[in-house]
């Protein structure tokens, strides 16, 4: 039988599993302030896929102010994807695609109308997830990670 996983959203028990999650996948790491604080100013777009009841990936998000819209009188708000991972026996069967539509949703929760992220230039996985849920680089970032390697930034716009 196909095994299921569930999204919900985070919660702070689960903390110590996502940075777990975290460091398993990742060389970018965070403090436990960070994801708390994260958590508290934008629940809804931190979110969690579960599979018999374990915790196996995350998605977290910021929303940021965007440059001020002096025709519309209005600051946009723009979504951020901070960092998304799924562990190893669990990817390509759709968690990660699943948590990102989920996360871009409750985007518009918070009133955002596009959503970037940064990437390495070398994860293939990742940019090709991207692409597949309608991301466009819109340039790349010479050094941006802490080991000398680029970042491509990706772009959405969200639909209403
Ligand atoms: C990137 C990541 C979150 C994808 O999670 P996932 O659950 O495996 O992704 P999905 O199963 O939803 O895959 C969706 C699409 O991504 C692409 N993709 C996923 N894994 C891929 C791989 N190994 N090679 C090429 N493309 C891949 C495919 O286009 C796939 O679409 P398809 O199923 O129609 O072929 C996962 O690989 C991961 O945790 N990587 C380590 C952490 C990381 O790099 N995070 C992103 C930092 S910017």
New binding site residues.
């Given amino acids: 039988m196909e095994r299921q996983f569930t999204l919900r959203q985070f919660r702070i028990e689960d903390l110590d599993r996502v940075i777990y ?1 975290n460091r398993e ?2 060389p ?1 790491n965070y403090s436990s302030y960070f994801f708390i604080d994260l958590f508290k100013r934008f629940p809804e777009t931190f979110i969690i ?1 579960e599979e018999n009841g374990d915790i196996v ?1 995350y ?1 977290m998000c910021r929303i940021e102010s965007g440059m001020p819209d002096f025709r519309r009188l209005k600051i946009p708000k723009i979504g951020h ?1 901070i ?6 026996g ?11 539509s989920k996360a871009l949703e409750a985007m518009k929760l918070y009133n955002a109308e596009e959503c970037y ?4 230039v070398s ?11 309608g991301f466009k680089v819109s340039r790349r970032i010479r050094g941006y990670y802490s080991d000398g390697e680029d970042a491509y930034l990706m772009n959405k716009k969200l639909s209403n």
């Fill in positions: 999650i996948c990742l970018e896929a990936g998605i994807i960092s998304i991972a799924v562990l190893p669990y990817r390509n069967r759709g968690i990660g695609r699943a948590l990102i992220l940064e990437v390495r994860n293939t996985p990742a940019i090709n997830l991207y692409r597949k849920l």
